[in-house]
């Protein structure tokens, strides 16, 4: 089986201090963060910023600043930014990292809730000008599917040339207005998407780990970090994202699947070496 990348999403937009003290906030703190990751065994960050306050921002020179202090610590590393960013912002308040020509970025394909009265806005041509600025930037999108409706728009606008093949996906299972992260979810998931391309699955919360093992088992690829959820187990905090990749690496150990460098990652999803 091909090797596993693993993707350390170090802190999202959602996740507080309150939720685990050590949700990176700082440029300091964000390269730590990246860091206890890369060393555990993890080849993408994928990253959202703060201000120092915890506040999310897609500000190109925050993202710069935290890019850089992430390849001062972990120098092959992949930088996939988010164009996500948090519900509420402006299109071109999420594009904004896209423009420091990160090697991948994600691509949000669909609307959906996001709990309590938040609604992640992804109208089809959003996602249309968001696919042709990655290509004309030559940025491997990270197709991020919260349904399967979104797994269609994508395979409608790959037809359409606003996507290039083969498509690298990341399901966000467990999102609350998203689908659930039962195995048979993942299955449903898989099914769906073309042939020759790539998956990467994230579980939301108590969703992470049966997810993460359902991934390695499947031949995908796996997400966990702060973003998704703070705990190494039920009831305890996780110290560090580099806690819960060492956690993916001793799952992966033991069902004998290998765990790539960022240079095997590269590979394995067509990044330029
Ligand atoms: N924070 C969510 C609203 C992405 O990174 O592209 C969106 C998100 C997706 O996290
Ligand atoms: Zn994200």
Redesign the pocket.
């Known amino acids: 089986m091909e090797k596993l990348i693993i993707t350390a999403?170090i802190c999202?937009?959602?996740v507080t201090k309150e939720n685990n003290p050590a949700v990176p906030y700082t440029v300091e703190e964000i390269a730590r963060e990246a860091k206890s990751a890369y060393d555990a065994g993890a080849a993408i960050i994928?990253l959202?910023v703060r201000t120092d306050d915890g506040t999310?921002t897609q500000d190109v020179n925050r993202f710069k600043e935290c890019m850089d202090a992430i390849k001062a610590v972990c120098p092959d590393v992949i930088i996939q930014p988010?164009?996500?960013?948090?519900?509420g912002m402006s299109n071109d308040e999420r594009l904004q990292p896209i423009t420091l020509n990160p090697e991948m970025?994600?691509?949000?394909c669909g609307t959906c809730n996001?709990g309590g009265d938040?609604i992640?806005v992804n109208t089809e041509n959003m996602i249309k000008d968001f696919g042709e600025k990655m290509i004309a930037r030559n940025i491997k999108p990270?197709v991020?599917v919260f349904d399967k409706g979104m797994i269609d728009m994508a395979i409608r606008l790959n037809k359409k040339g606003y996507i290039k093949s083969p498509m690298h996906f990341d399901f966000?299972m467990g999102v609350n207005g998203g689908i659930s992260g039962e195995p048979r979810d993942l299955l449903f998931m898989v099914e769906s998407i073309p042939q020759g391309s790539t998956w990467t699955v994230s579980g939301v919360g108590r969703f992470e780990y049966p997810m993460v093992t359902m991934g390695i088992l499947m031949g995908g690829h796996v997400r966990v970090g702060f973003?998704d959820n703070v705990y190494l187990e039920k009831g305890v905090l996780a110290k560090s994202n580099g806690e819960m990749v060492e956690k993916v690496v001793r799952i992966a150990k033991e069902l004998g699947r290998q765990v790539a460098t960022p240079a095997e990652a590269r590979k394995i999803l067509g990044l330029s070496e």
């Open positions: 999403c999202g937009a959602e994928h959202h999310p988010s164009t996500g960013g948090a519900t970025a994600t691509l949000d996001f938040e992640f990270e991020e966000v973003e």
